[in-house]
């Protein structure tokens, strides 16, 4: 069974960044795309960014366009997610998951899976 596994979270300051891993136990981000989802405190898990397929550029959330980058290593079999100026706001759970090549484009919670066990990010101001 694939597993997803999240590092990188941790308490910042307002402005600062920081980078999240997300390490793959299987070779599942060949067979479909890697992506980021975060759920803050009494918040539904929100969509924040998944690769490009094909041509496409990766999708970003309105909120995070600009600020947020999406990469991966595949040598390493691990996707990241590059934050920066970080906001008190964005302080949630990050959650690494992979979005199936047939639902690229939604940016719903329901369409995408497996998921990791997530990574706190916390924002002081």
């Known amino acids: 069974q694939v597993q997803l596994v999240e590092s990188g979270g941790g308490f910042v300051q307002a402005g600062d960044s920081v980078r999240l891993s997300c390490a793959a136990s299987?070779?599942?981000?060949?067979?479909?795309?890697p992506g980021w989802f975060r759920q803050a405190p009494g918040k539904e898990r929100e969509f924040v960014a998944v690769?490009?397929?094909?041509?496409?550029?990766?999708l970003y959330a309105d909120s995070v366009k600009g600020r947020f980058t999406i990469s991966r290593d595949d040598a390493k079999n691990t996707v990241y997610l590059q934050m920066n100026s970080l906001k008190p706001e964005e302080t949630a759970l990050y959650y690494c998951?992979?979005?199936?090549?047939?639902?690229?484009?939604?940016?719903?919670?329901?369409?995408?899976?497996?998921w990791g066990q997530g990574t706190q990010g916390t924002v002081s101001s």
């Open positions: 299987g070779r599942i981000f060949e067979s479909s795309l």
């Open positions: 998951t992979t979005t199936p090549f047939s639902k690229w484009g939604s940016t719903a919670a329901r369409d995408v899976g497996p």
């Open positions: 690769e490009g397929w094909r041509d496409s550029s990766p």
